[in-house]
């Protein structure tokens, strides 16, 4: 074989490559490693304000950062008495005198030489600079005027400015970020090519790329329309709630595990599917939060406004031994603070958990008062998973419907032919209730025996009473001579007697009893005198108490057991056990049954009789049987209900035996999806709420004064005379008073499109937050969010129909250094995509992509051995599950999230961590990433079947097949220079394969998928490596 | 504390501004805005190595984390009055308005079954447990008054790892590795060795990145399977495969960097090629088999294996190849008694033969290559264990501790540590502390300050606060340094 460099020298583009070499030499040096897109000083460096100072914009920056610590809202923390961040107080006590700056004791205490006057303090590392001083001194001078911080006053809609490029706005955006251009001295790029349109839209709306059809069709379409064809087109995808749940699971701390270190499994992934088709039905913001927050208080909630309560119980909950449970607790309502106030409000209210915050204005009251809202769910703190509930999924909710309508349309038909179904059942009872009478045989005992020493008397009706000792636990042993010796069924009979606590038919102080095993056993004549075991295959009871169903009776389970609600109901009771195999036994043969009570406190059968039947056709379900044993004219509703569902549904013939055995069948159905409902986290509020206090210090046991819920008093509170809960506290936050939430969220969506928030900390638009780079439009947005009823997707599309988004994202040199994250929108967004969608894209290229939406999550390829290398703790701890099949190739929103262990390659693409809520991942680009793309299998897996399509749907020629490739990795031809790249080293690697065919062989085997065998083995090979390039691109993971 | 880094994530202007007065990363800062050219389009390196505060007692950290919590009565701490009072009644003063993990009612005061001698020129009290400090005894200095807030693991190791008993803070690596970069850009900058089979109580918490960017967390090196997560190449594809496919990816990305004009494809260009690199340079350096079979033997390591001993000698590879700060987590400490496994006799024997061994042979390693000096070591667990019988194994014959927090011992070892010193003093029943007492945040500042950072200025700006890994409170035990 030669070896590589040998053949470079032979490649007619070696020349070429040793340029680059040489190029790449130099940038080897200016570029470093390790280094993230967004690393540059922010925009507004560069714009010296050229208005007066103004206090939200200039001032109270410089305050907030360098006096507020001492001399600011927090009341334990002030120094001197002296607030700051108030105008009165600053000026009663002369710290600032308007207009006099020489007079203002602020300005001579940050202008001072003295080290001993000198403010701040030299302990306090912090220090004021020359233009911070002048900027004080020019706004005292102005008159010191203050102002409410802008994000918590209401949001209006200001008239929109007009600016020169009349021609460019598309929509209210485009003024705001047209007047700031101008103003700037910039100019707005043209608009993105038809190409990187759609594929931007793609990716921003659905989170894949577009197909090739798709791109083709945009390309083609001349008309007006065409834009917002595609707009709407995607708008409408189950993709786009795919992708928009994505973002929101990061806020929601949403995971598949508990966290903490036995991290065991646990069941939100319904809940996680509520919020897919919560935004893929565009359900408005208002609403989604409501449920979300609070469906739970909502007037007769539904399954799905419970299950959407999840939202706040994601969090992590401990199992750990040892624990202090409120402590734990306390915990969790303090996460749910947390994440509820970051994720509508945008405030860190954390902070105020031990003091007052510093900088916003909440006290430590408004955060305990907030706590109150939190504080009433029925929770522990170790092990506290309850309440939960279960709740039909989705699909499984649209079957029941499903279900019920057929069933609906029976019954009408049955309705229709009632005389039919009356006629017929009448005979059939005539028969039934004749043999039902006659087929038990009462059994009288030869041999009584209690473990416990209790007395055992046969009383004349052949039932036994027990009486005497009162032991905790007894076993009866009874011993039966058998007449007839033919058995299909056993029947248990536990009756009532007026010697038995309060007359009714068990022995414990409140007459009940727990039958926890029923045994039978034969001794057959002539054989060894050793009782062989009876299998008994199913029970029926005429009365079953909730949790002790006498199913629990035959379950070899000594701690459950069958029971009748003794203290409510003193009644007989009859169990009729089936044989798995009728019995025949020679004549003389002994029957023993063991009736083992286990519960403890004597929750004995006081009387019972034992009976057993030879009927070979004995099927019928005790209920049925006992109303057949009843005379016609005594049996109550539910018995007649009973024979009838059951001779409609097993006996009828023709028409309505038709019609009865598909009921049967779908009754059936609908009783196992039921059994079947996940059960999920949800919120509840307590009959009697918890009492709230103040913690000090933030511990749970060190409780100071007690509070009420309320909401925090420095903004708009709530309409009067409604009650304060939870309810109120969701239609708080999306009422249109609110200043904070529909800012918030729109600013999240505007993250979400263009890499930066308007105002960059997405999480805090309170005071300690960056100033928004475009505050009018913000407002805007809000205000039309609020307007258009909250409706998500409207704001989406209006983002996106703005010029100012469809621009090229290509910069100029001068463009980048002037505005390098560009925050004054001069040109397109450009960032690496999330984590998520790196997978994904390569899924969908390679047309792996199962699209399937909802369901458990699953689990695609991840390195052996990983989660017990990690997280192995004996009894709780498993093996990665690795999928099969159409598990392995879903979308990466339903890969398992096990929140010790989180996917590697998801984690290496900076996936939030999802132990608390967060609202922005970093955005790196590591090494770690590199062996990602190259390594993963799950890469080279979708390299080998891009590989095939490239091939297959190319056509003839490499060049045609690299050209499909490109087009679709990254939705455009390639450009000459890349062809001829491309091709050169598909030449090299073919030849490489071509030596060395079982390494061909091993590549093509990477991953579950078989490689399509038409396929030459040399040349799939080959492109395959051409195809793992492509992925690999920058551009490939790039939305620009 | 380095601005470029800062705007990765959060920094507003003001902060900037702040910092580059500082004086903190002035020099890349200058970098950054000083040439005019080049500055708003050059990427900067988050982990070019970096000067501290001032100058560093450490270069390196080498931490040993006793996963679980080790019986410190049974090794470091001789009570002799605890063994007087031996199985009487615990005094109620020491119960009162006190909880415990195990334990409720009155336990038992338990002596140590140890034998304890005093070792070395310096006199450290060591007992029978651990025979191979006895010979370093001279290099380690044993404080015996640390107290911490947290009586269960979880919490507990996040406090000592994050300076907070909560998750979502970065970690002490983190920090250091933000406040130092790496020296070594084959390597990451902050390596995790886990061995006994179990992470840390703390999860990845106790070595992740928190708010701070991800290119700071610890990056787990295995012993077995690949050494770090993908660095394999697929199969069927060879190293000249790998620069091949390269070198074509560096071509095509140059071509649209030229096109488009985005430094981040130059930056992609760059992580490739550091890809390609690790993936030699990582496998070698955590390769043990070019080591001396004494050398081996020393640690009593087992290439192929997975063990706190392998672990220990290639925390000493990873630091001669210039990682500024490893992390080891062991395993097993919790010494409850509920089995023979984790009772103070054979148990403790037993457990301690796998850690005293290549901790001294890491000790002596470090000193025999120049490198001790440099080198802080620390090692301990997440808090102590009770002077008294846990609660829930008082009638069995094995004997064990309950979980402790109010006063525990823990080792450093290194060149900036004062060796054969004992720091600090606990009661006579070893209940309180009697002086100097070293809480868990006091610690973290000291190994701060041993790498040349001031704790209370090596903060990062996250939701409008700058956060530190000593929260608040932390003060430098000067008396444990040399």
């Known amino acids: ?1040 | 504390m380095h601005p470029q880094t800062e705007l990765l994530q959060t920094a507003t202007r003001r902060h900037f501004l702040q910092q580059s007065s500082a004086g903190i990363g002035g020099l890349a800062l200058a970098g950054l805005l000083g040439d005019s050219t080049s500055a708003a389009t050059k990427p900067v390196d988050p982990l070019a190595p970096k000067q501290p505060h001032f100058p560093a007692k450490a270069k390196q950290v080498i931490y040993l984390h006793l996963t679980g919590s080790p019986p410190h009565l049974d090794l470091f701490d001789y009570k002799p009055e605890l063994v007087k009072h031996n199985d009487k009644d615990c005094p109620n003063e020491y119960l009162e308005g006190q909880r415990f993990a195990f334990t409720s009612g009155v336990p038992k005061l338990m002596g140590t079954p140890r034998k304890f001698e005093q070792h070395g020129d310096g006199g450290v009290w060591l007992s029978d447990a651990v025979p191979h400090f006895h010979k370093v005894a001279d290099d380690l200095c044993v404080i015996r008054s640390m107290t911490t807030d947290q009586f269960n693991h979880a919490p507990a190791e996040l406090l000592v790892y994050t300076g907070s008993p909560r998750s979502g803070r970065p970690s002490l690596g983190t920090w250091v590795t933000y406040g130092l970069g790496t020296e070594n850009e084959n390597l990451p900058g902050f390596v995790v060795l886990i061995s006994s089979g179990v992470q840390p109580n703390g999860g990845k918490n106790s070595f992740g990145s928190g708010f701070l960017p991800s290119v700071y967390q610890g990056v787990q090196c295995r012993s077995k399977g690949d050494p770090v997560l993908y660095a394999s190449d697929p199969q069927g594809m060879n190293r000249t495969m790998r620069r091949l496919s390269l070198d074509a990816l560096r071509d095509l990305n140059q071509l649209q960097a030229d096109e488009l004009g985005h430094p981040e494809t130059l930056t992609r260009i760059a992580q490739y090629e550091l890809a390609f690199r690790m993936q030699m340079s990582v496998p070698e350096v955590m390769n043990m088999n070019d080591e001396p079979k004494h050398i081996i033997d020393n640690y009593g390591a087992k290439p192929g294996e997975s063990s706190f001993a392998n672990n220990c000698l290639l925390a000493r590879r990873l630091v001669e190849n210039g990682v500024r700060y490893v992390q080891l987590f062991d395993w097993g400490w919790d010494f409850h008694g509920t089995g023979a496994g984790t009772g103070l006799m054979s148990g403790l024997t037993n457990k301690c033969a796998t850690m005293d061994k290549p901790i001294a042979a890491l000790i002596n390693d470090l000193k025999q290559r120049g490198m001790y000096e440099e080198t802080l070591i620390v090692i301990g667990g997440e808090f102590g264990r009770t002077p008294f019988r846990e609660g829930r194994t008082a009638k069995s014959k094995v004997l064990g501790r309950d979980h402790y927090p109010d006063c525990y011992s823990m080792v450093l070892a290194g060149g900036p540590v004062q060796g054969g010193t004992m720091y600090g003093e606990s009661d006579e029943l070893g209940f309180r502390v009697a002086r100097d007492k070293v809480h868990v945040h006091d610690l973290q500042a000291t190994i701060l300050h041993t790498l040349g950072f001031d704790h209370e200025r090596l903060t990062f700006r996250f939701q409008g606060r700058d956060y530190r890994l000593t929260d608040v409170h932390g003060e430098v035990v000067n008396g444990v340094l040399a």
Request: proline residues 6%; negative net charge; contains cysteine.
């Open chain 1, 1 to 1040: 074989m030669i070896g590589p460099h040998e053949l470079m020298k032979e490649h007619k583009w070696g020349l070429q490559i040793r340029a680059l070499s040489l190029i790449r030499a130099v940038t080897f040096f200016a570029v470093t490693f390790f280094v993230i897109c967004c690393c540059m000083p922010s925009a507004e460096q560069a714009a010296e304000p050229t208005k007066p100072p103004a206090y939200n914009h200039d001032i109270r920056p410089i305050l907030a950062e360098k006096c507020f610590r001492c001399h600011g809202a927090d009341s334990a923390a002030r120094e001197a008495d002296l607030r700051l961040d108030q105008r009165k107080s600053a000026v009663v006590s002369r710290a600032v005198v308007p207009g006099k700056p020489d007079g203002s004791e602020l300005l001579r205490r940050v202008t001072s030489t003295d080290p001993d006057k000198r403010m701040p303090p030299a302990d306090t590392q912090l220090t004021l600079n020359d233009r911070e001083k002048e900027l004080l001194k020019s706004w005292i001078a102005d008159g010191a005027e203050y102002q409410e911080h802008w994000s918590f006053v209401r949001p209006l809609k200001t008239p929109l400015p007009q600016i020169e490029r009349a021609e460019w706005p598309h929509n209210a955006i485009d003024h705001f970020v047209g007047a700031r251009l101008q103003e700037e001295g910039l100019a707005p790029s043209g608009e993105a090519s038809r190409r990187a349109l759609v594929r931007r839209l793609s990716l921003d709306i659905t989170g894949l790329p577009p197909r090739l059809e798709e791109v083709a069709a945009f390309v083609a379409d001349g008309s007006d329309e065409a834009y917002k064809k595609v707009v709407d087109r995607l708008l409408k995808s189950s993709r786009y709630g795919e992708h928009m749940a994505r973002y929101w699971l990061d806020a929601a701390r949403y995971a598949d595990s508990n966290g903490y270190q036995y991290d065991t499994e646990r069941t939100m992934w319904p809940w996680r599917d509520w919020v897919i088709r919560a935004f893929n039905n565009n359900m408005p913001f208002d609403q989604f939060t409501i449920e979300q927050l609070a469906g739970d208080l909502l007037p007769n909630a539904t399954n799905q406004q419970r299950l959407a309560t999840g939202f706040n119980r994601n969090h992590p909950i401990t199992i750990e031994g040892g624990v202090i449970d409120e402590e734990y607790r306390t915990e969790y309502v303090i996460d749910r603070i947390t994440t509820t106030s970051t994720v509508w409000m945008g405030l860190a209210m954390g902070c105020a958990r031990c003091h007052d915050h510093k900088f916003d204005p909440l006290t430590r009251v408004d955060f305990y008062s907030f706590f109150a809202f939190f504080n009433n769910v029925p929770e522990r703190g170790n092990s506290g998973f309850a309440p939960k509930q279960k709740a039909p999924t989705f699909e499984q909710e649209q079957e029941l419907a499903d279900i019920a309508t057929q069933l609906a349309a029976i019954d009408k038909t049955l309705e229709a032919i009632a005389d039919q179904v009356a006629e017929q059942q009448a005979q059939w009872e005539a028969t039934a209730s004749k043999r039902v009478r006659q087929q038990w045989q009462i059994l009288s005992p030869t041999e009584m025996a209690s473990s416990g020493g209790s007395t055992l008397t046969l009383l004349d009706d052949q039932s036994v009473l027990a009486s005497g000792a009162k032991p905790s636990n007894d076993d009866y042993e009874l011993t039966f001579a058998l007449s007839n010796p033919k058995i299909t069924a056993i029947r248990l009979e536990a009756i009532t007697h007026e010697s038995l606590p309060h007359k009714g038919a068990g022995r414990a102080f409140n007459s009940n009893f727990v039958l926890s095993e029923f045994e039978a056993a034969v001794v057959e004549n002539g054989a060894s005198d050793k009782p062989v075991p009876i299998k008994l295959a199913s029970v029926s009871a005429d009365y079953s108490q909730k949790n002790y169903e006498v199913a629990r009776s035959i379950d070899s389970n000594l701690g459950t057991g069958w029971a009748v609600d003794g203290p409510t109901r003193k009644e007989n009771a009859t169990a009729v056990y089936l044989l798995a195999v009728p019995l025949a036994l020679p004549a003389e043969s002994i029957l023993k049954v063991t009736m083992r009570h286990r519960f403890g406190s004597t929750h004995s059968i006081g009387r019972f009789r034992i009976s057993v039947t030879d009927d070979p056709s004995f099927n019928l379900p005790a209920d049925v049987a006992q109303a057949l044993a009843v005379a016609e004219a005594k049996r109550t509703n539910e018995q007649l209900s009973a024979l009838r569902e059951y001779f409609i549904g097993h006996i009828a013939e023709g028409e309505v035996g038709r019609a009865g055995r598909r009921r049967a069948e779908l009754q059936g159905r609908r009783s196992q999806i039921e059994s079947s409902f996940p059960e999920t986290l949800v919120m509840a509020e307590m009959a009697k709420p918890r009492e709230t206090f103040m913690l000090i210090r933030g511990q749970y046991d060190k409780k100071g004064e007690k509070v009420t819920a309320a909401t925090p008093t420095f903004l708009p509170s709530p309409p009067g005379g409604e009650k304060i809960d939870r309810l109120a506290l969701a239609r708080w936050l999306v009422s249109r008073d609110h200043p904070l939430t529909a800012r918030v969220y729109v600013n999240r969506l505007w993250q979400q499109l263009f890499g930066i928030g308007i105002v960059r900390t997405v999480e805090d638009l309170g005071t300690q937050g960056e100033w928004p780079t475009h505050q009018e439009m913000l407002d805007w947005l809000a205000v039309d969010f609020m307007e258009s009823g909250w409706d998500v997707k409207h704001i989406v599309k209006t983002i996106v129909m703005s010029s100012t988004y469809r621009q090229s994202s290509i910069v100029t040199p001068q463009l980048l250094k002037r505005d390098p994250e560009n925050r004054l929108l001069a040109r397109g967004a450009r960032s690496r995509l999330p984590a998520e969608m790196v997978r994904d894209n390569a899924l969908a290229v390679s047309d792996l992509l199962v699209e399937k939406v909802g369901g458990p999550s699953v689990y695609p390829y991840q390195p052996p051995g990983l989660w017990l290398e990690i997280n192995n703790r004996p009894n709780y701890s498993k093996a990665y599950p690795t999928g099969k099949g159409d598990d392995l190739y879903r979308r990466s929103l339903y890969t398992f999230w096990k929140r010790t262990v989180p996917h590697p390659a998801m984690a290496a693409f900076d996936s939030a961590d999802r132990e608390i809520c967060t609202v922005r991942r970093s955005r790196t680009n590591t090494p770690l990433q590199a062996l990602v793309m190259l390594n993963d299998p799950q890469f080279v897996e979708a390299a080998k079947h891009l590989a095939e399509r490239m091939i297959v749907e190319g056509g003839d020629g490499l060049a045609n097949q690299i050209g499909r490739g490109m087009e679709i990795v990254l939705s455009r031809p390639p450009t000459g220079a890349e062809l001829e790249e491309l091709s050169a080293y598909y030449r090299i690697e073919h030849g490489l394969f071509r030596e060395d065919s079982t390494a061909a062989e091993r590549l093509l085997s990477v991953g579950e998928s078989a490689r399509n065998q038409d396929l030459d083995l040399t040349d799939h090979a080959a492109m395959t490596s051409v195809a793992r390039l492509l992925l690999n691109l920058n551009e490939a993971i790039t939305r620009q």
